[in-house]
């Protein structure tokens, strides 16, 4: 196909008719994100073990809502879910030593088989879009409203809970534990809840996947943790490109779910371009990557702008 024609198979209207979609999608990977950012950013611990919980809220809620359950417990049993997986990543790293991103891979890789029992040893399991939450096929714009409420209420509970004591003795942890652990704080047991809270939230997001897709796999979450690590580094590098030193904690959250909106306005327009989707994981490294290196190199940049001046005036001063 030469250049004029593939350009002209490009059809404008078909990219706005897919982006409200696109936005839904964002907003529950957004969730999503936002439990990776507990471990990623408040916590500094490495978890894998959101791979598995992303699918076991998806798996649990499904087969709740095929059994008749109320779709707003439905997800509700997902989050207390991801709680005790999460806890276990906690008591794997804490109790019995194993590093973080051990223990996080040892509960993804049990998670599988779990996942898979839990759905009758099927890899699929096909949800009544008409019993759901968010009804996707009908109306999006519906979801969008309902999945901008549920984020608004996420983000504030999230920001009441940090604000607390021991919200605020979680975050201590992961900004200085020597120093944490000096002001009486017990490490371990603010590690185990930060992987708790954290796998409860992304639990949380795979329920709200499988209502919103219809549909719950065994591999849906495979891939989760490098998509929440791009939501969460693209929306801080927004939110502190636009704001600068005045992003507080709440604009942080915020920013967060946006990065999951933009990932997946992205990843609509890679495939309104015709660009092959296999490639979509190679995309999101290198994003990831250059998102996690500009901070560096911007720090960098500053600091080799700092030794010129001094070595300038040094030199002014002879």
């Known amino acids: 196909m030469s250049a004029a024609a ?35 950013r ?41 709680l005790a997986a999460g806890a276990v990543t906690g008591l794997l790293h804490t109790k019995l030593g ?34 759901t939450l968010v009804i996707s096929g009908l109306s999006i ?21 940090f604000g607390t004591e021991v919200g605020s003795a979680l975050r201590a942890t992961g900004c200085n534990q020597q120093m944490a652990k000096a002001q009486g704080i017990n490490i371990n047991s603010m590690k185990l809840l930060g992987l708790a809270l954290s796998n409860a939230i992304v ?25 929440g690590l791009a939501a969460v580094i693209i929306g801080e590098t927004i939110g502190e490109a636009i704001f600068k030193k005045h992003l507080n904690f709440a604009g942080r959250l915020i920013f967060v779910v946006v990065g999951g909106i933009i990932y997946y306005i ?16 190679m995309f999101t490294a290198i994003i990831v990557a250059i998102f996690l290196a500009v901070p560096y190199l911007r720090g960098q940049s500053r600091s080799s702008f700092r030794r010129a001046g001094k070595n300038s005036a040094s030199g002014e001063g002879k």
Request: charged share 10%.
């Open 6 to 40: 593939y350009f002209q198979s490009l059809n404008g209207l078909d990219l706005l008719g897919r982006l409200p979609a696109a936005i839904a999608q964002g907003l529950f990977w957004g969730v999503m994100a936002l439990g990776v950012y507990i471990t990623f």
């Open 42 to 82: 408040l916590l500094d611990v490495a978890d894998l073990s959101v791979d598995g919980t992303f699918a076991t809220g998806s798996a649990v809620t499904a087969m709740l809502i095929l059994k008749g359950v109320n779709p707003w417990v439905a997800i509700l049993v997902a989050f207390l879910a991801g």
């Open 98 to 131: 194993i590093p973080a991103i051990l223990a996080g891979i040892l509960t993804q890789y049990a998670l599988y088989s779990i996942n898979l029992a839990i759905m009758g040893f099927k890899a699929n399991t096909a949800v009544n879009a008409k019993s």
């Open 141 to 161: 714009p519906r979801s969008i409203v309902v999945l901008l409420i549920f984020v608004a209420a996420l983000i504030a509970v999230l920001y009441w809970f």
């Open 203 to 227: 639990a949380l997001a795979g329920g709200l996947s499988a209502q919103y897709s219809g549909f719950a796999d065994v591999n849906s979450g495979r891939g989760s943790i490098v998509i």
């Open 266 to 281: 992205v990843y609509t327009i890679v495939l309104w371009l015709k660009l092959d989707s296999n490639m979509m994981k």
